[in-house]
């Protein structure tokens, strides 16, 4: 799964997106006597993908209930959500959500669908540490910084690019991993692949998958609700892994991918460390055009730099007011941005569990790093990735390089739990041609035993997407939710309605994802 290192992590897009069907931002009011069908708070992959599947699983047909009427409003001046890019001397970075799992079909099917080119995966993540191969030189020569000495590091990737060297290369930093934490990287793989087991159940066809109104019952249905009560330390001793792969190698990943320790849920960390696998991904350009190219295909109303002020329910249909002054009246109302940091009034009001979103502070810098901070004679010898141990004195969670563009000049990016001031920067690091700082309300704080808000907020036709995301947050668990977001909407239209949508999922799309499973 992808994680939104998260999931954040992102800055506003600052790329021109292709062109979509965008309401007027003209200063004028707007009071609409006619009523939307459906109404989406939120331009990013859970509100982009709820569109997306909206119109794909009832539009197959000719059928004069097909759910195509559909607006969504994003508060920003660019669609991505918690995914975007930015740009360094020239150079388009992952600034937000930057990793796909090979396993995650919908972000798959999208990817193919829109026509948008696939890249493996930078190394700004942890991966293949725990495999017996890697999946790519740069990306495996990372170090464990405890604050004054690397406890861990592998090897720097050979110069040369023989085949055979490689291999020798992989061998030896495989033999080094399983030399410090053993059989644990076994059993820390075996924990992880259970996970990913059951979370492929949420790709089954509709006759065996029911569709779930809580958050609870679909974990539940999966197998993975247990995950979400107790600490990933919890399951992964339970697993048989050693303190020391613990405290050492989870604990860098966890904090680099979710920035929280190994406290944090059993499934939040397995979602983390299947952030650690072989054969991640990224799209080429920015991940955020999977949402853009969603939203442009669905042919949906965009509402650009119009946030939601006030929802409130009037009988058949919902008034929505949005900080434009604006007024729509909606048949359905998807949330699908965390609530947690946003000022929406309800009437009547909702009841949701308090929930924390954690902030990740993602730092991006041309320059060099001071091998004198790392207790290094030259910025040759610090790893690609520098990951951190849980202790209170390390300023960051983790430093990787992004591309580097000779022995003394990279694009790095660090992440860390809060600002980095420029005199603490200046220790890290010799020279800092270009410094820009993002502060993201990533994903939220994992604290278990975790509570779940609804999904249908009201028990008329009110949903929330993002209460998965107490689960786990990443590009492909608000894809799932969403999904099943959409098949709730339409199955409760067939309750109420006899001339209600007929949901089908597409042959094309239905045989993807058993070729794919």
């Known amino acids: 799964m992808a994680t939104s290192s998260s999931l954040p992590l992102l800055p506003f897009l600052l790329l021109l997106l292709t062109p979509l ?37 009832t539009c197959t047909t000719s059928s004069s209930s097909c759910i195509d009427d559909i607006r969504v409003f994003e508060r920003r001046a ?35 669908l829109l026509g948008l080119n696939r890249k493996i ?15 790519s030189s740069s990306s495996s020569w990372f170090g464990i910084w405890d604050g004054s000495h690397f406890v861990f590091k592998t090897l720097p990737p050979p110069s040369s690019s023989s085949v055979f060297k490689r291999k020798v290369y992989e061998l030896l930093n495989s033999f080094l991993l399983f030399r410090r934490y053993g059989l644990s990287l076994l059993r820390m793989n075996r924990f992880v692949e259970k996970m990913l087991e059951k979370f492929m159940l949420y790709y089954s066809g509709f006759d065996s998958r029911p569709v779930f109104e809580t958050v609870e019952e679909m974990l539940k249905w999966s197998g993975l609700y247990e995950l979400t009560q107790r600490t ?48 991640l991904w990224a799209v080429d350009g920015g991940n955020w055009q999977l949402a853009a190219g969603l939203l442009d295909n669905t042919n949906a109303t965009l509402h650009l730099n ?83 141990l849980e202790l209170s004195d390390i300023p960051f969670s983790s430093i990787s390089v992004l591309k580097r563009y000779s022995e003394s000049d990279a694009t790095y990016k660090v ?32 604290q278990v035993p975790e509570l779940f808000a609804q999904i249908l907020l009201d028990g008329k036709h009110l949903y929330y997407i993002n209460s998965f995301e107490s689960g786990a947050s990443t ?43």
């Not at 930057?98 to 099917?109: E, F, G, T, V, Y």
Request: proline share 4%; charged share 20%; with cysteine.
């Open 232 to 279: 990933l330390e919890e399951e992964l001793a339970d697993a048989g892994l050693n303190s020391q792969t613990i405290s050492e190698l989870v604990t860098v990943i966890t904090r680099i991918n979710y920035g929280q320790s190994v406290s944090i849920s059993g499934l939040a960390g397995a979602v983390s460390l299947a952030g650690s696998d072989s054969g």
């Open 415 to 446: 992440f860390s739990r809060a600002r980095l001031d420029d005199s603490l920067l200046d220790l890290i690091f010799c020279t800092r041609k270009e410094t820009i700082r993002i502060n993201w309300p990533a994903y939220p704080h994992y």
């Open 306 to 388: 119009e946030g939601i002020d006030s929802i409130a329910d009037v009988g058949d249909y919902y008034v929505l007011k949005s900080t434009n002054g604006n007024q729509y009246n909606c048949e359905v109302t998807v949330v699908a941005t965390p609530l947690d940091e946003l000022n929406i009034t309800f009437d009547p009001p909702i009841s949701v569990p308090p929930r924390k979103l954690q902030h990740t502070y993602t730092t991006f810098i041309r320059g060099i790093l001071d091998p004198m901070y790392f207790g290094l004679k030259s910025a040759s010898e610090i790893p690609d990735l520098v990951g951190t």
């Open 121 to 135: 995966s930078s190394s700004d993540e942890l991966k293949s540490t725990s495999k017996s191969n890697s999946s």
């Open 78 to 112: 660019k669609v991505g959500g918690r995914m975007a890019t930015i740009s360094i001397s020239g150079d388009v970075f992952e600034a937000g959500a930057s990793i796909i799992h090979p396993k995650n079909l919908h972000a798959l099917r999208f990817a193919k």
């Open 21 to 57: 069907t965008i309401s007027s931002t003209t200063s004028s009011t707007i009071s609409t006597t006619t009523t939307t069908k459906a109404c989406v708070i939120g331009g990013g992959i859970g509100g982009a993908s709820v569109a997306h599947f909206l119109k794909q699983y």
């Open 475 to 517: 590009i492909e668990t608000s894809a799932v939710a969403a999904e099943n977001v959409a098949r709730l909407i339409i199955s409760r239209f067939s309750v109420a309605s006899s001339n209600s949508p007929d949901i089908r999922m597409p042959t094309p799309y239905k045989e993807a994802l058993r070729t794919e499973l």
